[in-house]
């Protein structure tokens, strides 16, 4: 079994940063693809970034040129380096692994963080 947890959350100001940290802790696989998505209550769950079985990476449009998603295989950890903050940007972010070849922004994924709270205010 795979354990996910996320660390890193916090209350900003917009323009502002947080770095979000995922280790991964039992039968983890680094050919895993690996994901952040993020809820807003009341809304549906929303792929931001991916890195793909083949190390390609994904961003959802609203984030790219600001989010940067990178991940160390050594230490089992994956990261999203959020800059220029927006308050559209506040939900709970949520790491994901092992998931659908090719959608790395579709929630088919088979472990689950259990989230870390991202407020940002204007």
């Known amino acids: 079994e795979v354990q996910l947890v996320e660390s890193g959350g916090g209350s900003v100001q917009a323009g502002g940063s947080l770095r979000l940290s995922c280790t991964v802790s039992g039968d983890f696989s680094t050919h895993y693809s690996m994901g952040w998505f993020r809820q807003v209550p009341g809304k549906e769950r929303e792929g931001v970034a991916g890195?793909?079985?083949?190390?390609?990476?994904t961003y959802t449009d609203s984030v790219k040129g600001r989010f940067t998603i990178s991940k160390d295989n050594g230490k089992k950890t994956l990261y999203l380096q959020m800059n220029s903050l927006k308050p559209e940007d506040t939900a709970t972010y949520y790491c994901a692994a092992d998931g659908l070849r090719g959608r790395p922004l579709e929630d088919w994924y088979n472990y689950w963080g259990q989230g870390t709270q991202v407020t940002v205010s204007s």
């Open positions: 890195i793909d079985v083949d190390g390609s990476i």
